[in-house]
């Protein structure tokens, strides 16, 4: 893999932790939402360790298109169905307050911030972006319709947001983690209550915030049944025409597009983990369709984490867990979410009122499609007769050919070929041999 984010810069350094550390909360992940919470809360005078299993940035955070948008597929109209419009309401506020968050932020910290507008079309269903138009303004942002588009060809119709932005992702994490409290390469391997165990020594906190992108806590909360995991594909391209806004099509199986310093982002071929998709084929064929001229320059894959629901889960990991909250479920969104996350957790550790916190809470309902599907998938693989089994709960791993590596469909581990673990939420190598 060749990651656009990581190249010409040097990433800070954290030493490993040596010996039993104390604190008032302790972060478990060293992405953006982690970071931000250690963030937010030094900033608010509390005593806070992060321990990150690598190196901070490194996971799923150097993957992400970095976009800064609350336009989040066509969410609004099914929110707004499912939830009702307060709801809808609230999840669209927490969205955009993360973006101008972002961008004071961005003041500070220099990260290429940039705004842009973010659209999202259809190449045959006017009336799906008319309706997401309408119900968006309903809820009081100007979203607008329209037909035209950057694109080279013509669209049914399209939804723009104003005032969106996008940065370069671990610029801006590397600035926001100077001065905090890190430990790297410091693998949280189990959590007894709130002391968390490594190999380097326990950590006891108060409180502890979740953030390893999927938990990794399988006997509480029921995770492992109201998420899965998907792959997605992205290449840069050179010699490509600058759009003026990020761009998404609204289809299933659609694209995804974005700028950066002269280059062009094209994202796609998502698929559940450990299934077989369209891959990097989906955006090199829409490069050589619509760009021929382009030449490819970087190229890498992401891992999301989905909800039953499309709405992330944050706050009390679990009932029998009392203490120890989770943010998680970000879906293709992960960075506004991360900095509403982050500012939802800060607000529920200090004992101060979050408005936005009930649209987000993890004890919501699980009775929806999604959840059958992942029983499915999960009860089928059990059955797929092969000693190649995954570390988390014993799912048969399926050989990614592409990516030369073993994935679990069930909930998204990933290792490579000899069985090194590469994605949680394993949290141990499997053997493959």
Same mark, same amino acid.
């Given at each position: ?22 604190? /008032?909360? @302790? ?21 806070? @360790? $992060? ?16 976009? @800064?948008?609350?336009?989040? /597929? ?16 609230? =999840?669209?506020?927490?969205? !955009? ?7 004071? !932020? ?8 940039? /705004? ?6 259809? #190449? ?14 309903? !809820? ?42 890190? %430990? ?6 189990? @959590? ?21 992108? =999927?938990? %990794? #806590? ?19 391209l050179e010699n490509a025409p600058d759009l ?64 039953? /629901? ?10 029998g867990l009392p203490n120890v909250f989770v ?39 699980? !009775? ?43 909930h998204g581990s990933r290792f490579d070929e000899?069985?090194?673990? $590469? ?11």
């Amino acid at each position: 893999m060749d990651f656009l984010w990581t190249k010409e810069l040097t990433p800070p350094s954290f030493s490993e932790l040596n010996g039993d550390q104390e604190t /008032d909360v @302790l972060i478990i992940g060293g992405g953006m939402a982690g970071v931000l919470c250690a963030f937010w809360l030094k900033e608010a005078g509390v005593d806070v @360790l $992060l321990a990150e299993g690598k190196r901070i940035g490194a996971g799923i955070t150097k993957g992400t298109t970095a976009v @800064l948008t609350a336009q989040h /597929d066509t969410l609004y109209q099914d929110m707004i169905q499912r939830f009702g419009k307060e709801k809808a309401g609230l =999840y669209l506020q927490a969205n !955009l307050q993360a973006v101008e968050k972002f961008r004071v !932020l961005a003041a500070q910290i220099p990260c290429d911030f940039e /705004d842009k507008p973010s659209m999202m079309y259809s #190449l045959h269903d006017r009336a799906l972006m008319e309706r997401e138009a309408r119900a968006v303004r309903a !809820l009081g942002f100007p979203a607008e319709f329209t037909t035209q588009t950057p694109l080279p060809f013509s669209v049914a119709g399209a939804v723009r947001y104003p005032n969106m932005a996008q940065f370069h992702p671990l610029k801006f994490l590397y600035g926001a983690a100077q001065g905090l409290n890190i %430990f790297e390469n410091t693998f949280v391997e189990k @959590l007894e209550g709130t002391t968390a165990i490594t190999k380097q020594g326990r950590i006891r906190a108060k409180k502890v915030i979740v953030a390893t992108h =999927y938990p %990794f #806590l399988n006997r509480h909360g029921l995770y492992f049944m109201k998420l899965y995991q998907q792959r997605s594909y992205v290449i840069a391209l050179e010699n490509a025409p600058d759009l003026g806004c990020t761009i998404e099509d609204a289809a299933q199986n659609g694209v995804y597009l974005r700028n950066y310093n002269g280059l062009l982002l094209i994202g796609g071929g998502d698929h559940r983990t450990g299934k077989k998709g369209g891959g990097f084929a989906v955006p090199r064929s829409f490069a050589k369709q619509y760009f021929p001229q382009a030449r490819e320059k970087y190229a890498w894959s992401n891992q999301d984490c989905v909800s039953l /629901d499309g709405v992330p889960y944050i706050g009390p990991y679990s009932p029998g867990l009392p203490n120890v909250f989770v943010a998680s479920g970000f879906e293709l969104w992960g960075m506004t979410t991360s900095l509403a996350a982050s500012k939802i957790l800060t607000d529920t550790i200090l004992g101060r009122e979050n408005l936005f916190a009930p649209v987000f809470t993890p004890d919501r309902t699980m !009775l929806t499609g999604q959840l059958f599907s992942n029983l499915g998938t999960t009860l089928l693989d059990f059955v797929t007769p092969t000693t190649k089994r995954c570390s988390h709960l014993g799912c048969a791993l399926q050989w990614n050919a592409a990516e030369h590596s073993w994935d679990c469909p069930c909930h998204g581990s990933r290792f490579d070929e000899h069985g090194g673990l $590469l994605d949680n939420p394993a949290m141990r190598d499997s053997d493959v041999e």
